[in-house]
């Protein structure tokens, strides 16, 4: 299985700093806690940038801003052990390039900024072998151009199959023992 957490930003250009998410049901909405995804085969994940919702009060934004807006994104994306990326369908204006391990990314928009839940497009994995996906790099662009790194983070991970075998038995030990109790 995969675990997707939500990436955040440290930023001091952004009045809430961006995050990227993986949305399960593919409608922007971030996950409350960690997302688990199966393994064993093609998957999907739904990636998206959310950008706090306050809009620029002050200045042009894209130049001298002072809101939430990010008007531009570029990150890579890699992926460790024996997992692949197999193809990405970008929304909008991101464009990219695609390796089976590495995808790099640009977007956003350079006149009016993104606010708000913005959907970056649809990676799809081999998600067969232990490995993880990581924000390898990258860096944002806020309101007053201020250029922001992104924080190095691990997106997802494939645990070793016994890993996912022994807490499924885990998981029926203590649900068994609990229905025993109850029983007696």
Same mark, same amino acid.
């Given at each position: 299985?995969?675990? &997707?957490?939500?990436?955040?930003?440290?930023?001091?250009?952004?009045?809430?700093?961006?995050?990227?998410?993986?949305?399960?049901?593919?409608?922007?909405?971030?996950p409350?806690?960690a997302?688990?995804v199966s393994?064993?085969?093609t998957?999907?994940?739904? &990636?998206?940038?959310?950008?706090?919702?306050?809009?620029?009060?002050?200045g042009?934004v894209?130049?001298d801003?002072?809101?939430?807006e990010?008007?531009?994104?570029?990150g890579?994306?890699a992926?460790?052990?024996g997992s692949?990326?197999l193809?990405?369908?970008p929304n909008?204006d991101?464009?990219f390039?695609?390796?089976?391990?590495l &995808? @790099?990314?640009?977007?956003?928009?350079?006149?009016?900024?993104?606010l708000?839940?913005v959907?970056?497009g649809?990676?799809r994995?081999?998600a067969?072998?232990p490995g993880a996906?990581? &924000?390898?790099?990258?860096?944002?662009?806020?309101?007053?151009?201020?250029?922001?790194g992104?924080?190095v983070?691990?997106?997802?991970?494939v645990?070793?199959?016994d890993a996912?075998?022994?807490?499924a038995v885990?998981?029926g030990l203590v649900l068994?023992?609990?229905?025993? @109790?109850?029983?007696?």
């Amino acid at each position: 299985m995969f675990v &997707l957490a939500s990436l955040f930003w440290a930023s001091a250009g952004f009045a809430v700093p961006p995050t990227i998410f993986h949305s399960p049901a593919n409608d922007g909405v971030p996950p409350t806690g960690a997302v688990v995804v199966s393994t064993g085969g093609t998957r999907t994940l739904h &990636l998206f940038m959310a950008t706090g919702t306050v809009p620029s009060s002050t200045g042009v934004v894209c130049e001298d801003g002072n809101g939430d807006e990010v008007c531009a994104i570029e990150g890579q994306i890699a992926i460790t052990g024996g997992s692949s990326l197999l193809d990405f369908t970008p929304n909008g204006d991101v464009v990219f390039s695609l390796s089976s391990e590495l &995808l @790099r990314f640009n977007g956003g928009d350079p006149i009016a900024g993104d606010l708000g839940s913005v959907k970056l497009g649809d990676l799809r994995i081999d998600a067969i072998e232990p490995g993880a996906i990581e &924000l390898a790099s990258g860096a944002s662009v806020a309101a007053n151009l201020a250029l922001e790194g992104l924080a190095v983070a691990t997106l997802t991970t494939v645990p070793e199959p016994d890993a996912v075998i022994s807490s499924a038995v885990a998981i029926g030990l203590v649900l068994f023992s609990r229905l025993a @109790r109850r029983r007696d």
